[in-house]
């Protein structure tokens, strides 16, 4: 198997978005970070640590429908014991976005009591709200809110400007457009924000990417591939031959008789981002 690509990906617009985060980190109490849940270490963008350093941090696990539950109870876990407060959604059904607002005044309860104490019991908590592209941010403000407040779209970079949008229950959120960092210093954090949709397939060699796939399932959920795909035990197998005999079983052929591999590298990478190939999670397990 060739080495795996480099990806980097730093347009305009995420300059643009890394100065808005900086310049109204003060005017916020807490920051709420969403994170994919299939990759809940890839899609933390490293840099907002240090932008918004010192702020109370609740983190939302996006997609758990289509997550690993074992391994979303994990990291959870994990974040909890880092200094951070943890929250399971699913945007699509709701699931978990009911307890945000309840969330966030626990998380500040503190800054709560003080603004009683000086008769200010009425002032609202601001919450800045950060997500690496397509991680679904602009889809959970929209569930808190109760209302389409925020523009979503399955494309990175769509939110723009700034949006400060009431969540109810003395909570007000502040949107900012998806925030990705200037290079992937670990080659499998880039791959997993391009299996996942975070970067554009554009950028990418796309029967690469689709081999790279078919490697990370054959380790970690092996029976997704034999059982989306009806193909024999992957063990031992390239990811190019693994996609060679998932494009076979599905009859992907070009003038000539050849393996249309490109279109079944597509199709694997759908299949991946709309829960057909089971809930899966492409992160190990926290702190290995």
Same mark, same amino acid.
């Given at each position: 198997?060739?080495?795996?690509? *480099? ?25 709420? +970070? ?26 939302? &696990? ?24 943890? &929250? ?43 997500? $690496? ?25 769509? *939110?723009? /400007? ?40 554009? $950028? ?15 380790? &970690? ?11 024999? +035990? ?22 000539? /008789?050849?393996?249309?591999? +490109? ?26």
């Amino acid at each position: 198997m060739e080495e795996a690509m *480099t990806i980097q990906w730093f347009p305009g617009h995420m300059a643009r978005a890394r100065r808005m985060v900086s310049d109204n980190v003060k005017l916020v109490d807490a920051v709420c +970070e969403v994170v994919d849940a299939r990759v809940p270490r890839s899609s933390r963008n490293p840099e907002i640590d240090e932008l918004t350093a010192g702020k109370p941090r609740l983190i939302i &696990l996006n997609r758990v429908d289509q997550a690993d539950p074992a391994m979303t109870k994990l990291w959870s876990r994990y974040f909890r014991e880092n200094g951070a407060e943890a &929250l399971e959604t699913d945007c699509r059904s709701g699931r978990g976005v009911g307890a945000f607002t309840g969330t966030i005044r626990n998380l500040l309860k503190d800054k709560l009591t003080s603004y009683a104490a000086r008769g200010q019991a009425g002032k609202p908590l601001r919450v800045m709200v950060l997500g $690496i592209p397509n991680v679904g941010k602009s889809s959970f403000i929209n569930r808190v809110a109760g209302r389409k407040a925020a523009q979503a779209s399955d494309r990175p970079g769509v *939110t723009r /400007g700034k949006q400060w949008i009431s969540a109810g229950n003395g909570v007000e959120l502040l949107d900012t457009p998806g925030l990705l960092w200037p290079q992937f210093e670990d080659k499998a954090v880039g791959e997993n924000l391009a299996f996942t949709g975070a970067v554009r397939d554009e $950028i990418l060699d796309t029967e690469t990417l689709g081999a790279r796939l078919c490697e990370r399932l054959r380790d &970690l959920y092996p029976g997704a591939l034999t059982a989306r795909f009806d193909i024999e +035990e992957p063990a031992g197998r390239t990811g190019f031959e693994l996609l060679e005999m998932c494009a076979r079983r599905r009859g992907f052929l070009v003038s000539g /008789g050849e393996l249309d591999l +490109e279109r079944m590298a597509k199709i694997l990478l759908d299949e991946l981002r709309g829960g057909k190939l089971g809930r899966i999670t492409l992160d190990g397990a926290p702190g290995v």
